[in-house]
């Protein structure tokens, strides 16, 4: 075998580097939590499916302080991914022509983060009525 | 003749990471709110938002069984997609492991969530 040991450079923290880096590595990350939330979820709904006293362990599990830490851990997050999603959306939809005009990168953003508002609105409202 | 070209898959995993972004992107942080906060510590919400009979019968409607399943199934397929392609970054070189992991836990709990709300009838 060769004894050959040529320099590789390590890529370790390469991210950390450039502040571009760091912020795509920090909204990537947030699928993490986004998965953490659905499997929550996904036990909700199994113990759901399980009947009233496993229903009821799963809502008591939601009090917990862990529980709580957690969920302020997904919303933060989550936001963040809300925020990182429609200011990176401008860049992944085709040009969207208005009266000859190409809708600019801020409309963009600024109507998805609208339309996210509007969206939380609206599911608090209807939980709301649904609860009441 | 045969077309040479073999039909790419990624426009179906992309299509689901898209419409998991989205759905994400738009409840996500109400929903954390509402069931992780919320209602755990009898926030703003009435009383018993989430008690049994409530959500059974929302499980059970049509639009709420809908709603439940697009959630968690699209919240998985967006976090599965992306946290494969991430893997690269931190220096894990993705290979059948990794996409049996990722896309196929999103895969799994697809199929549980369906099974389970099929199960609650209508």
Known sequence: MSKRRPYVRSMDGWWKKNPFFVEYMIHE???????????VLLVGLIRLGQGEAA??????????????????????????????????MPKTLPPIIVGGKRVGPAAI??????????????MLALVWRIAL | MKSGLKRSNAPIFWSLFG????????FGPVLVFITG????????????TMSYPKMLAFAQNFIGKGFIFAVIALFLWFAAHRIYHSLHE?????GLL?????????????????????????
């Open chain 1, 29 to 39: 990350s947030t699928a993490l939590f986004v998965a953490a939330y659905a499997f």
């Open chain 2, 90 to 94: 931190i220096g894990i070189h993705p």
């Open chain 1, 109 to 122: 953003t600024g109507g998805g983060l609208l339309a996210a508002v509007v969206a939380s609105i609206a």
């Open chain 2, 98 to 122: 990794a996409k049996l992991l990722c896309y196929g836990s999103a895969f799994a709990a697809t199929l549980i969530s369906a099974y389970v709300l099929l199960g609650l009838g209508f």
């Open chain 2, 19 to 26: 419409a998991g972004g989205m759905l994400s992107a738009l």
């Open chain 1, 55 to 88: 229903w009821n362990g799963w809502l008591e599990a939601m009090k917990s302080p862990l529980s709580l830490v957690f969920h302020l851990a997904f919303l933060v997050a989550i936001a963040y991914h809300t925020y990182s999603w429609f200011v990176i």
């Open chain 2, 37 to 48: 906060i919320a209602v755990p510590l009898g926030l703003l919400l009435p009383a018993g």
